[in-house]
């Protein structure tokens, strides 16, 4: 991990633990089946540099499968929720926006959002939508 600020942030039942450093490479929203949030929503992306994130604490807690937008997709074994996605030959880790709440406004200090871009950003950083 590199040197600067860091972030952390964990699964919904404390049993996953990401620390994250630097600023990520971009962030999005998405609507595909996997993104979507319990409640229907599109849901925020982040994406950071596969060096930017280490799992903290509770790497044997999770579960692995091929993710349907590309990547591959770790869910916590207790709560089921999405953690992280790999997307490997990239070099980009994507995470659920959720993970970092607190830290969320100052990790995108910087980050450009256009929502009209997404679509573009997505698939350049390897994200493909379901």
Same mark, same amino acid.
């Given at each position: ?43 925020? #992306?982040?994406?950071?540099? $596969? ?7 509770? %790497?044997?807690? +999770?579960?692995? @499968? !091929? &993710? ?39 990790? #995108?200090?910087?980050?450009? $959002? ?7 950003? %997505?698939?350049? +950083?390897?994200? @493909? !939508? &379901?």
């Amino acid at each position: 991990m590199s040197n600067g600020p860091f972030y952390q942030g964990e699964c919904g039942c404390g049993a996953v633990t990401l620390m994250v450093t630097g600023a990520p490479l971009g962030a999005a929203r998405c609507e595909c089946a996997d993104c979507r949030g319990a409640d229907g929503s599109a849901r925020g #992306l982040l994406f950071w540099p $596969e060096v930017s994130v280490q799992v903290a604490d509770g %790497l044997d807690e +999770l579960k692995g @499968r !091929r &993710g349907s937008h590309g990547g591959d997709q770790l869910r916590c074994r207790r709560c089921a929720e999405w953690v992280l996605t790999v997307h490997e030959q990239a070099g980009i880790i994507e995470l659920p926006a959720g993970m970092l709440p607190e830290s969320l406004p100052e990790a #995108l200090a910087g980050v450009n $959002e256009a929502p009209s871009d997404d679509g573009a950003l %997505l698939a350049r +950083l390897g994200h @493909r !939508r &379901g």
